[in-house]
């Protein structure tokens, strides 16, 4: 497939590399002469000088014959602006968008840009996962963001350790898909389930109160 | 009414000036200290207008500046692609009843328009004007040479 990429940064330059080596066709468009030399010295002639958020820059660039545009440049607002000029220009079938800045995944998403990456998620559910003491991993965004799957370790010396799901009250409309105990059984929930310590409990979480969820679920004795 | 302006450069404090001067409300979001010096001293210190010290491409400093009760929302500084992100917030998630913004960019400007945004291009605006003259100017040459005949 040919696929534009935004920004030869820090994103945007391994990636230009890896999906050529997956037998893409790419062209990487940055501002800054220097890394366009640097990516021109290592790829070929895939990279070019040119603004992210301007028309001319993205039609020499081809997007008009591009299967994907990807927006990888530090500033959100010219990601934004190059996949809506891509979308609007030339009917590009598809937009990916880094949102450097949290809140502006969301916009994006409701803008209608394809699939938006959330630079700060991505690195708070890796950092999550590499510190064991850090017992809230978000897994997965659901339904607009509405809602999202997250897993939650339970304290060995917590409030709920030792009582069933019948016996506990969640934030309303939370639903605890499984439970895998330390030993890595799995538990399916039921109201007679008994939580344990270290047990680890994966739910979907209305986005709104997965914090009040961590809070009851990791309360200390 | 209520009015936000994003950036006071050029546009955004020449509009602040002429908006608080017809009565409106005028709340300006600027981030840089230094460029508030265009905007009528008199005006902010009084309370008259306020300004907020943020980026104002956020949703932090669009709330600060009061935008649940904004009637107007212009993006005013001197990048489109900001100006368009800023006015898609506003209308998005804020649903600001109208919302404009500057641009300089032909291309920005019809995807904005496609958007519903109103877009503001000040070289359009001045060479639409100057070409007015320039008809005016004619018109009244050409009635002013009937009349000698």
């Known amino acids: 497939m040919y696929l534009v990429i935004v920004g030869g940064g820090k994103v945007g330059a391994p990636l230009a590399s890896s999906l050529i080596n997956e037998g893409h066709e790419v062209f990487v468009l940055d501002h800054d002469p220097d890394k366009v030399k640097e990516l021109q010295r290592e790829l070929g002639m895939v990279a070019t000088i040119g603004d992210a958020?301007?028309?001319?820059?993205?039609?020499?660039?081809?997007?008009s014959r591009a299967g994907a545009i990807i927006a990888t440049t530090d500033s959100d607002e010219d990601n934004l602006a190059a996949c809506q000029l891509a979308r609007s220009n030339f009917d590009i079938p598809r937009t990916i968008a880094v949102a450097n800045n949290p809140e502006n995944a969301q916009l994006f998403e409701m803008v209608g840009i394809d699939l938006v990456v959330s630079a700060t998620d991505l690195v708070l559910s890796n950092l999550a996962t590499a510190l064991p003491a850090h017992p809230l991993i978000r897994l997965m965004p659901?339904?607009?963001?509405?809602?999202?799957?997250v897993a939650i370790k339970?304290?060995?010396?917590?409030?709920?350790?030792?009582?069933?799901?019948a016996e506990i009250t969640l934030p309303y409309g939370t639903k605890?898909?499984?439970?895998?105990?330390t030993d890595g059984r799995t538990k399916s929930p039921d109201a007679d389930t008994v939580l344990e310590a270290e047990d680890e409990i994966v739910a979907l979480s209305p986005s709104n109160t997965t914090a009040e969820l961590w809070e009851f679920l990791t309360e200390l004795r | 009414?209520?009015?936000?302006?994003?950036?006071?450069?050029?546009?955004?404090a020449a509009l602040a000036r002429k908006l608080s001067a017809a009565g409106h409300r005028i709340t300006v979001i600027e981030n840089n200290p230094q460029a508030v010096s265009g905007l009528p001293r008199g005006r902010v210190d009084s309370g008259a207008m306020t300004v907020v010290h943020r980026d104002g491409a956020t949703g932090a400093a669009m709330i600060e500046a009061g935008i649940a009760d904004a009637?107007?929302?212009i993006a005013a500084t001197g990048k489109d692609s900001l100006n368009g992100l800023a006015a898609q917030r506003a209308k998005t998630v804020f649903r600001v009843d109208r919302v404009m913004t500057a641009v300089k960019d032909e291309?920005?400007?019809?995807?904005?328009?496609?958007?519903?945004?109103?877009?503001i291009d000040k070289t359009a605006l001045a060479s639409d004007q100057l070409a007015d003259l320039m008809d005016k100017k004619e018109e009244q040459e050409a009635q002013e040479a009937q009349r000698e005949q």
């Open chain 2, 1 to 12: 009414m209520n009015v936000i302006i994003v950036g006071a450069g050029d546009l955004g």
């Open chain 1, 176 to 181: 605890i898909v499984l439970i895998v105990t």
């Open chain 1, 142 to 149: 659901v339904a607009d963001r509405t809602q999202e799957l």
């Open chain 2, 107 to 119: 291309a920005a400007r019809s995807l904005y328009d496609s958007l519903g945004i109103i877009t």
């Open chain 1, 154 to 165: 339970l304290p060995a010396a917590g409030t709920v350790i030792g009582r069933t799901l």
């Open chain 1, 53 to 63: 958020s301007s028309l001319r820059a993205l039609t020499d660039a081809g997007a």
């Open chain 2, 71 to 73: 009637d107007v929302f």
